[in-house]
């Protein structure tokens, strides 16, 4: 009964099949994909040209027959005569005061800034006021009772010596005895101990200091009598160049004890490049009391003799071209003569 049954189900089921209408499905649409080739709007439009290439010409060298044609003809300009500058005749035609570094005019000037400007009034101030601390500040920096130079026999010595025996830079201290004092032992000291050869040195280094002062001093009271016409101040210049006249031979030749270029030695200095920035200071403190009446023929004499002379000696013989020394040299020579 089982088999019967399951006969009978697959009967039915092909019964079933057999009478369902067959139907052809419709086919699926075509999909169409129109792709359109467009030109971007910011696409430009290119068009090959194609480049013409030059012809060349290959032009022949011109031979030997046609150079001289072919070349440009060079003309040589002569060179030209100099006729050299005639020497001026020596010695020169002589120039009232003012003539070294300032004249007549300059002075003038320098008054008519200062009534208008108060930088130049301030600068003539300064002038004045270090004529003023003459001879007051120069006393009490060197421990004197007096305004003289250096002592006669002995010139000065620059400080590059002026050391401990540490060497370290020793200092003057003006009013203590002895002056020369090392901070770095907290000892005072008249002589270098560690150049027992040398006795003077210290010294003499600071009698350089006093002679640069002095001439320091001797320019500014020039500066300040042309300024202000107050004959105390060429006074005090004319005082510090009769003193040269009368010391300045005496002192003698030297070098520092590390040297024996004796060409090179001054007399109030180490040598000749201090003597020729320290005479320059006193040659114009001269010419700026010139025209005061104040230097007497015979000191005129006697500066000129006892200082310019020996000092324009002593630097001229020292020819030390071509360095800064002779650059001070020839200033030194030139205000001098």
Known sequence: MRYIGFALTLVMLFLVSCNTPTTTPAPLPTATRSVEKSTPAFAPTQTNTPVPVPTQTNTPVPTSAT?????????????PTITPTPKPTVPWQQRTSLRTLLDANDIARMKAWAAQ??????????????AKAWP???????????????????????????????????????????PHFCASTGQYFATPPQWPQW??????IIFEYRHFALAEYAMFLGLAYQLTNNTTYANGAAYIL?????????????T??????????????????T??????????????IADSDLLTPSDRTAISDGLFRPAFAKIKENDHSPTNWQAWHDAALAIIA
Not at 148 to 164: K, V
Not at 199 to 204: H, I, S
């Open 136 to 178: 007051s500040k120069y006393l009490s920096d060197y421990n004197l009772s007096k305004p003289e130079l250096p002592p006669s026999g002995s010139g000065g010595i620059g400080d590059a010596l002026y050391l401990c025996p540490d060497n370290t830079k020793a200092v003057y201290v003006p009013k203590h005895s002895p």
């Open 67 to 79: 150079t001289a044609t072919a070349t440009a003809t060079r003309t040589l300009t002569p060179t």
């Open 275 to 288: 003597e020729a920035r320290w005479i320059i200071q006193l040659a114009w403190a001269y010419d700026l």
């Open 199 to 204: 006795p003077a040195l210290y010294d003499q």
């Open 256 to 273: 520092d004890p590390t040297t024996t270029w004796k060409r090179a030695a001054g007399r109030a200095t180490d040598g000749t490049l």
């Open 117 to 130: 400007y108060e930088w130049a009034a301030n600068q003539r101030d300064q002038i004045i006021n270090n």
């Open 242 to 254: 009769r003193s040269y006249a009368a010391l300045y031979p005496t002192y003698p030749p030297h």
